[in-house]
């Protein structure tokens, strides 16, 4: 018998129903309308269109792929009065909206989006008053007493909304969020400055050459960093979600097992990902190996396989823009080691020419294609760097950070440089 039933959307189309059994193990069945509907599309590639369901590890593994992580997911469990750990739980009350397309909800059917005119719109200073209080910004976004229904994964404390002419909204019930606001950091008593370190480092990327969605930093007295979602479609002012899937949901992985040395999957395997579904391999498949020369050389060590995901286009599966690129390694409180291994080394100053090589074996590659879409890569950084210093230098806080950045990226091109100019 059944605990909890769920009915997984896309739009006002019935994909599939959730439920949760007296065992608290999760089955998904996709809807057999959803099957033979031209615009069907499966939950991820780990759980392809058909007509027997699914239980166990897959269907965990995708769901709570759309859940909060750690200290952020029991500060919302602990503020709605949810069961810890339960994901049908969580994605009954904050399942309306998650990243992608689908919504989930308690009723089997829902009506066609209709454009509400009640956006709420969230204060600067209360947002920045619960940051100066060390609160859950929970505590700024409830009304009523209840937290609105979006649910973002990962494990920084951020919110989805919409964004209008610079200043923060929650959209009204049942509209889908077009951007996502990343409070900064918190170390103990002290806010690191992730903020503009995000900001920088995604405008570094596109530098690079990149595809990254729009940013920019919002806020009075403290800094929002702010992101457009690529998983969002403004078309006739009408915003459609879109699918999407990250790499762990895709290989129906955990997100505990989104580190590569927690057993979660290596390079090689998320470029082999890439390469059997991509719809324009060629172009993913470069970008895809920038991507970890970029991380290697701006010092992303959190560059792991959830920061990673497809996106589901009118041309088939593409990879989607990156996202999630800061320099931790400006903090000390950061895991040095590189989320990935290259060739079973995960420190950017033990990579030589011999592991670059055995790296592009597994890939299929020879190193020295590899060494050929990094080197230049590092450059276009360099240069990056020098034209964001100009751009920044009237402002003092995104320059404190910038230097600190480009003091790293310096150290890590140059001895990337001397152990691979050899080939």
């Not at 020419?353 to 590899?370: E, P, Y």
């Amino acid at each position: 018998m059944s605990q909890r039933k769920l009915y997984v959307h896309y739009d006002s189309k019935l994909v599939g129903i959730l439920t949760e059994d007296e065992h608290d193990l999760l089955h998904f069945s996709y809807d057999s309308n959803w099957t033979l509907d031209k615009e069907s599309f499966p939950l991820s590639l780990a759980l392809p269109l058909c007509a027997e369901g699914y239980s166990g590890k897959l269907v965990t593994s995708f769901f709570e792929n759309l859940i909060a992580e750690g200290d952020q997911r029991r500060q919302i469990e602990q503020f709605a009065g949810l069961p810890a750990g339960d994901d049908a739980a969580y994605l009954e009350r904050f399942g309306e909206d998650c990243a992608g397309a689908l919504s989930i909800s308690v009723q089997p059917f829902q009506s066609a989006q209709t454009k509400a005119a009640h956006e709420i719109e969230v204060p600067f200073h209360t947002i920045e008053d619960a940051i100066e209080k060390g609160l859950p910004i929970g505590m700024v976004l409830e009304k009523d007493g209840e937290l609105p229904p979006f649910s973002l994964a990962g494990a920084q404390a951020k919110f989805p909304c919409c964004v209008h002419e610079g200043r923060i909204y929650l959209p009204g019930v049942g509209e889908p969020t077009t951007h996502i606001v990343k409070l900064p950091i918190r170390s103990g008593e002290r806010l690191l400055d992730s903020v503009e370190n995000e900001y920088l480092s995604m405008r570094l990327a596109k530098h690079c050459g990149l595809t990254v969605p729009d940013v920019m930093i919002l806020g009075d007295h403290i800094n929002l960093f702010c992101i457009e979602r690529f998983d969002r479609l403004t078309s006739s002012n009408r915003v459609r979600r879109v699918h999407t899937q990250d790499f762990c949901q895709a290989l129906g992985r955990p997100n505990k097992e989104k580190y590569e040395r927690h057993g979660g999957p290596s390079f090689a395997t998320c470029y082999k990902l890439v390469r059997d579904h991509s719809s324009d391999v060629a172009r993913d498949l470069f970008a895809l190996l920038d991507w970890i020369g970029f991380n290697l050389a701006l010092g992303n060590n959190d560059s792991h396989a959830k920061n990673l995901s497809l996106i589901l286009s009118p041309n088939g599966v593409k990879l989607a823009p990156f996202y999630d690129l800061i320099c931790t390694a400006i903090y000390r409180q950061y895991n040095a080691q590189f989320a990935f291994q290259v060739a079973e080394v995960s420190s950017w100053d033990k990579i030589t020419i011999a592991r670059v090589d055995v790296f592009a074996k597994q890939l299929g590659l020879r190193g020295n294609f590899v060494i050929s879409r990094w080197i230049p890569l590092f450059k276009r950084l360099n240069d990056g760097v020098e034209q964001l210093s100009a751009e920044c230098f009237e402002d003092k806080a995104r320059m404190k950070t910038l230097n600190k950045i480009g003091q790293e990226i310096r150290k890590r091109i140059q001895s990337l440089r001397k152990a691979l100019q050899k080939s």
